[in-house]
């Protein structure tokens, strides 16, 4: 088990490009958290997967922003149109159960010039 | 719309000694979470709090929660240099089976020798 992994670690993108995060969970974790957290803040609930349903998404997650979980398996963030504001860490999360650990990755730092 | 607050947001204490961090919520509740987070990395799950007067403790982090009062405390005892980090707490929301956790701002500790 090595955890939840994420990739790229670091993004420095300009103005207007699109980005894509991917999150590798927990294998045998269904349930799969985005959440996003600025500098200085605690982290923000962007959407929430249970195997590959999208059952929750956070009114933070405007129409540049989709998330997929193909299989069940993976899941990728993608923003387009890439804006300054959305310059923050996104943090993947993976639990095994309602009322369970959430197990965070090392998170996806963007930086949008 | 439920809101979390953390007090203090920073705290600097002296190794040896023992404090509280408190964790007030403003509506009903059924979990809550408490995350060490150090500088440049990704959360770290200490504590899952289920019910009213649960009690976890972890060395010297002890974690309870009282649903009835909407407030989790979570107590240093004897502080070492190695505590020192920003400490969230987060709560499960109730709306109608949602997963999200709402995140305090976090609680800065310094452990000074």
């Known amino acids: 088990d090595t955890g939840v992994s994420q990739d790229p670690r670091h993004k420095i993108t300009k103005r207007g490009q699109n980005v894509t995060f991917r999150c590798d969970p927990i294998?045998?974790?269904?349930?799969l958290y985005w959440y996003r957290q600025t500098l200085g803040q605690g982290p923000e609930f962007l959407t929430y997967f249970q195997n590959e349903a999208q059952l929750e998404k956070s009114r933070l997650l405007s129409d540049r922003f989709s998330a997929e979980r193909p299989k069940g398996s993976f899941s990728t963030l993608e923003i387009q149109r890439t804006e300054q504001g959305d310059s923050a860490m996104y943090l993947c999360a993976s639990s095994p159960r309602w009322g369970g650990e959430l197990f965070f990755g090392e998170g996806s730092r963007l930086t949008v010039l | 719309e439920l809101k979390v607050e953390q007090n203090p947001l920073f705290l600097s204490m002296q190794e040896g000694k023992n404090y509280t961090i408190y964790c007030n919520y403003s509506t009903t509740s059924d979990r809550l979470y408490w995350y060490r987070q150090d500088p440049g990395k990704s959360l770290e799950s200490l504590f899952v709090?289920?019910?009213?007067?649960a009690v976890k403790q972890e060395g010297r982090l002890m974690a309870s929660l009282d649903t009835k009062a909407r407030l989790s405390t979570l107590h240093i005892t004897a502080a070492v240099h190695d505590l020192s980090a920003t400490y969230f707490c987060a709560v499960g929301t109730l709306q109608g089976g949602s997963e999200k956790l709402v995140f305090g701002k976090g609680t800065k500790l310094t452990v000074n020798p």
């Open positions: 294998s045998e974790h269904n349930r």
């Open positions: 709090l289920l019910s009213n007067g």
